[in-house]
């Protein structure tokens, strides 16, 4: 069977993880958290003393984006790769509201795009890939057989990263998990370098009030077809 390339981009929290784990999963594809890399590289500039509330030293990330070695480790465990940091795994430690408040700044810099962009082309070269992000069927998998566009509203999508973000332990508020979704949708979605667009031959998915399975039984049957029609 002939293998396809999967794009799903959109916003936060509209379930373009998930989703896309699951149809991984359920294809015996690869799939590849392009977020996971944009939050690596804040979490190095956090640790290396490059990004703070008040100062973010640009030039100096840039200088050292080579210092900087992602990958990712399939868990059989938990059923999908987690991402390294310098051979560190930093899936749990880039997920924190305080790495969201600073990704969207990280992400609007073209160098740390042209390098992680780079590294998901040849993670995709063979096919059979499923990837989310928010440039994956515009900028890094132009020619995708099927490309996803996710949206859902923004109080809706603030709620799921909220009760996430509490059932790992965080504290944090609902307001301000609700700021950072739309303070990173407004940058995401304006900055020059890759911004976040529907592709013209994007399928767009309001799932505002889909179920998880609701949402999973839709693309799947997305996907079949896109891949019969490569047959
Ligand atoms: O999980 P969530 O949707 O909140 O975010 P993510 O997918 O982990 O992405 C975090 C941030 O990385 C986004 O808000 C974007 O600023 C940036 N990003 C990007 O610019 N391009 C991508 N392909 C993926 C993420
Ligand atoms: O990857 P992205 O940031 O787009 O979203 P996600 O991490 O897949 O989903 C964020 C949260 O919303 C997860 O806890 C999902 O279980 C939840 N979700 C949901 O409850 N219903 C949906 N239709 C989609 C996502």
Redesign the pocket.
Known sequence: MNKITIAI??????G??TVAKQLAKYLGYVYV???????AV?YYAMQNGLISKDDFNVEALIYQLDNINITFKFNEKLGFAEVYLNNENIERA??TLEV?SF??K???ISEV?QK??EQ?QKMGQDKGVV??????GT??FKDAELKLYMIASAEKRAVR?FDELIERGDQVLYEDVLKN?QE?DH??ST?ED?P?VKAADAIEIDNSDMTLDEQFDKILRLAKMTIEDCE
């Open positions: 981009d959109g916003f936060s929290s509209t373009k993880s958290d392009s977020g996971a890399m944009y939050r804040t880039i997920r969201s990704v969207s990280v992400a609007a795009r992680l962009v998901q990837m989310d992000g928010r440039d994956i900028v890094v990263r979704v990173r940058i995401d900055r890759s976040l």
